[in-house]
């Protein structure tokens, strides 16, 4: 009997949880300052209506097919809407990219729980300068020496044993429970630091021009000439698939556990907006008008370029060192984007632990500890070989090219393989709301027709670059030879399980 | 902030609250259905 979740708050909780990660409040504001300001919502909007929502819903209905019939992840579900031999290979992308992105997202989560613990302590605080606290970092991640590594391994070791807790108590006892609890947290912390923002006023005496306002409309003020820019509209397109956690299989997963009467219109329309409010408003609300207000435009312009975790890591503790309670709000920032981590890896999971459950009937804890001790050993490579590449390689593999690829195989067999009636039909069981009917023709041809023409620009633009390994520094290559080796070996293991699995249900093959 | 910034912010804003509350307040009619 498969588990069900309590409550519809659970799931939607549970979603909105998956989707809202640390690109919220890190990657969301970085790409709107690089790409036209408020000219990038547009965009951005047009992707969540055309992309963003039909993907979701289209996982939501996905899963709660497979669900109905016993299956909790893409492999044997997309082996049900289309029987050909290949599908399930295809389904296999659903379980190898989740578990993929949790080998090195889980030691990036560590790191929040680490300055979580440096914030209280004073130590980050104590640092003042950009280059002190970069130097952290490297220290933190042993690049540099191993004098703080000792720490940072504990607390990956602490956050992997985190996961795995929560993971074993199941759907109803773990991530339901955890959701509930760590979602409402997270907003409230994120709140409590927005209003911080807003009522910062100009902190610089010397520069009162260097305000939030102007901060905000470093942000927002629109530059149109952007939006002439096709990399503007893949940019804002790319973030809309990354923010929503589309495309990885885990929300099919979490939908499988959903009854066939149970809504999914509304519950994935308020899981959704609940990540853009978290993005936009919260995410666009923080970051770049703290780095403005302490750093003027050339440095808020540094800041946007200098990526993701830079700003997380290394530009706003340096704005805490310079706040009133600095060590509060940095607690407050680091513990809320843990939280929001650690709600996202737990959801990574769940689809091997599913697809062993329901394919191979192995126990709930049979199948943690079976893939606890796998994941525990490739989580080792990312934390030891980080200066030579190997997370951006399966970030790029497994975190954006197989997630467009795998979105566009299960945009296809819902819709086209499947059929735009019997889909639409599927959608509307239980709903709570009617989807408007010109979605039928935005399902069936936009969202495809959009995913092909950014898995077009992506494949010349980055794929093949990438593949090609242009810009990776020489000795950094048999590195990333390697994780590439190492993943194709990852994908035809699960490929291995995937057949297993289905000889094992369906005893066609001989 | 240029007023056209403000108007994106407002804009911005106003349709993802909009839609948080219509989603927020039909599933809190009933918050914990029993699925």
């Not at chain 1, 409402?184 to 009162?208: C, K, Q, Y």
């Not at chain 1, 999914?264 to 959704?272: F, W």
Request: with cysteine.
């Amino acid at each position: 009997m498969r588990e069900k979740w309590t409550s519809k708050m659970g799931i939607i909780l549970a979603v909105a949880g998956s989707a809202i990660g640390l690109g919220n409040f890190l990657r969301f504001p970085s790409q709107a300052a690089q790409n036209g300001g408020g000219a990038f919502m547009i965009p951005y909007f047009i992707s969540l209506l055309l992309l963003g929502i039909p993907l979701m819903w289209i996982e939501w209905a996905i899963g709660r097919y497979g669900g109905i019939l016993g299956h909790g992840t893409a492999p044997l579900i997309f082996n049900r809407l289309w029987q050909h031999r290949a599908a399930k290979y295809f389904g296999a992308i659903g379980i190898f990219g989740p578990l993929a992105i949790f080998i090195y997202y889980t030691y990036i989560e560590s790191w929040l729980l680490g300055y979580c613990f440096y914030s209280l302590k004073g130590t980050l605080l104590r640092l003042t300068t950009k280059e002190e606290m970069l130097g952290f970092l490297q220290r933190y991640q042993g690049v540099s020496s191993r004098d703080v590594f000792v720490y940072s391994y504990l607390f990956f070791v602490i956050t992997f044993f985190v996961n795995f807790a929560v993971i074993y108590r199941g759907v109803k006892g773990g991530i339901e429970k955890l959701c509930n609890v760590a979602l409402p947290l997270l907003f409230i912390f994120a709140v409590i630091i927005t209003i911080r923002v807003l009522t910062l006023g100009a902190p610089t005496p010397s520069h009162p021009e260097w305000n939030i306002a102007n901060g905000f409309g470093f942000l927002w003020n629109p530059d149109f000439g952007a939006l002439t820019n096709s990399k503007v509209w893949l940019a804002a397109a790319g973030q809309i698939f990354f923010t929503l956690s589309v495309g990885i299989g885990v929300v099919i997963t979490y939908a499988s556990y959903l009854s066939k009467g149970d809504d999914i219109v509304l519950s994935g329309l308020t899981a959704t907006s609940l990540n853009e409010f978290a993005e936009v408003i919260l995410g666009g609300s923080i970051v770049i008008p703290l780095a403005f207000a302490f750093f003027g435009n050339g440095g808020a312009q540094e800041v946007a370029r200098s990526g993701s975790f830079n700003i997380g890591f290394v530009t706003m503790p340096l704005i805490f060192s310079k706040l009133a309670y600095g060590t509060a709000f940095a607690f407050l920032w680091f513990f809320l984007l843990f939280l929001a981590g650690l709600t996202s890896s737990i959801s990574l999971l769940e689809p091997m632990v599913a697809f062993l459950g329901d394919e191979l009937s192995i126990s709930r804890k049979r199948a943690v500890a079976v893939v606890g001790i796998a994941t525990f050993a490739l989580c080792q490579f990312p934390i030891f070989f980080i200066s030579r590449g190997v997370i951006d390689d399966i970030d790029f593999w497994a975190g954006s090219f197989f997630l467009v690829v795998f979105a566009l195989v299960e945009c296809v067999l819902f819709v086209w393989v499947f059929g735009i009636e019997t889909a639409w039909d599927e959608i509307h069981h239980g709903a709570e709301l009617s989807v408007p009917r010109f979605y039928k023709p935005i399902i069936k041809y936009v969202t495809p027709l959009f995913l092909i023409c950014i898995l077009g620009f992506w494949f010349f633009q980055q794929a093949l670059p990438t593949f090609l390994l242009k810009g990776v520094p020489r000795e950094n290559v048999p590195y990333v030879v390697g994780t590439r080796v190492g993943l194709l070996v990852l994908f035809l293991g699960i490929g291995a399980l995937v057949r297993k699995a289905y000889r094992r249900k369906f005893k066609e093959l001989p | 902030m240029s007023v056209s910034g403000w108007i994106f912010l407002i804009l911005s804003w106003g349709l993802i609250l909009g839609l948080v509350i219509f989603c927020v307040w039909r599933v809190l009619k009933e918050p914990y259905k029993d699925l």
